[in-house]
């Protein structure tokens, strides 16, 4: 494996958790920034009001693209696994 090849597949890789991560970032940003809002107009300062609908928000967001997350990570890791068994035994 060169040098180019292991850099092409940590590219991939960083593409890859991107990818996967950003539906859980983007709704949490705005989860929080929602709660963020209420807090400032309520002056309510409690960090446990802001616990609960992130939590929930999280499940919804498993819930809805836990599936395509998990293929993603799965075509990852078999695209991976192929790769280094084309290596082959003392490469």
Do not use: C, Y
């Not at 991560?21 to 809002?37: F, H, K």
Request: proline share 3%.
């Amino acid at each position: 494996m060169t040098i180019a090849h292991a850099l092409d597949w940590m590219q991939r890789m960083l593409w890859t958790a991107a990818l996967v991560g950003s539906p859980a970032v983007i709704v949490l940003v705005l989860v929080g920034i929602t709660i963020s809002i209420g807090q400032a107009a309520t002056q309510i300062n409690d960090s446990a009001v802001g616990f609960a609908p992130k939590v929930l928000a999280m499940l919804v967001v498993l819930v809805v693209w836990g599936e395509w997350m998990f293929l993603r990570l799965r075509d990852f890791a078999v695209a991976a696994m192929h790769a280094m068994a084309a290596l082959g035994p003392g490469a």
